[in-house]
């Protein structure tokens, strides 16, 4: 079975400064991964997934993730954090069958002041 | 593409009452549905997965007969509440995909059931 482990419930940064979100999973196979946002009352938003091919994903806001097979990560980044990037974040990982289910990190709320 | 709906967006009743939660995939066919609960502050918990055509798989742990999922067409996946109580209180979101992108789930809005 496949897990995933999210460092850190809550993240704090200054608006301009490095985002960095810490994700790191656990699976028998290469894996597929994912970067959901949350924010309040609202569903899932895709950021971006790896499957397979290039390791550095970018996706949607100007984050990216890059896949690093030897350390079982998948940490999402930012360079420069916007007000709005105030949310819930939340990584996924599923295994490359079209019968498996999403595993959920715990999630890791994002905090940026001005 | 790939948007999924779900109504009502909210609902508040009483306890003892049932409720029916809907989701829908708008331009596209969902093969599967996906019914999530979550809890405040914490991370989805898979409730269910279900099949068109076929019946649900509950997670362990998840009533049967408390949580009645129906997914009748390709379209539209219901999610019913019998009987609700104030723990059943909970965001319930729902998520979909299709043959085509199998390992991808498109997620709804969520719905907030408040049971009083």
């Known amino acids: 079975a496949q897990s995933v482990t999210q460092l850190g419930s809550h993240v704090s940064v200054s608006e301009g400064a490095l985002v960095l979100l810490r994700c790191n999973y656990s699976?028998?196979?290469?894996?597929?991964l994912f970067w959901y946002v949350q924010y309040p009352n609202q569903g899932l938003q895709l950021l971006l997934k790896?499957?397979?091919?290039?390791?550095l994903v970018k996706g949607i806001n100007g984050f990216e993730a890059e896949f690093k097979k030897s350390e079982t990560s998948f940490h999402l980044t930012k360079p420069s954090a916007h007000m709005s990037d105030a949310a819930e974040y939340f990584c996924a990982v599923t295994l490359p069958s079209g019968y498996s289910t999403l595993t959920f990190g715990k999630g890791t709320m994002l905090l940026v002041s001005p | 593409g790939a948007v999924v709906s779900q109504h009502p967006s909210w609902v508040i009743c009483k306890s003892g009452t049932s409720v029916k939660i809907e989701c829908r995939s708008l331009?596209?066919?969902?093969?599967?549905m996906f019914w999530y609960r979550q809890f405040p502050k914490q991370s989805l918990m898979l409730m269910a997965t279900s099949n068109e055509g076929s019946k649900a798989t509950y997670e362990q742990g998840v009533e049967k007969d408390k949580f009645l999922i129906n997914h009748a067409s390709l379209t539209l996946s219901t999610l019913t509440v019998t009987s609700a109580h104030p723990e059943d209180s909970s965001f319930y979101i729902c998520?979909?995909?299709?043959?085509?992108?199998?390992?991808?789930?498109?997620f709804g809005p969520g719905t907030r059931l408040t049971v009083l």
């Open positions: 699976s028998s196979v290469p894996p597929y």
């Open positions: 790896y499957t397979t091919g290039a390791t």
């Open positions: 998520s979909a995909r299709d043959w085509v992108s199998y390992n991808e789930q498109f």
């Open positions: 331009d596209f066919q969902a093969t599967t």
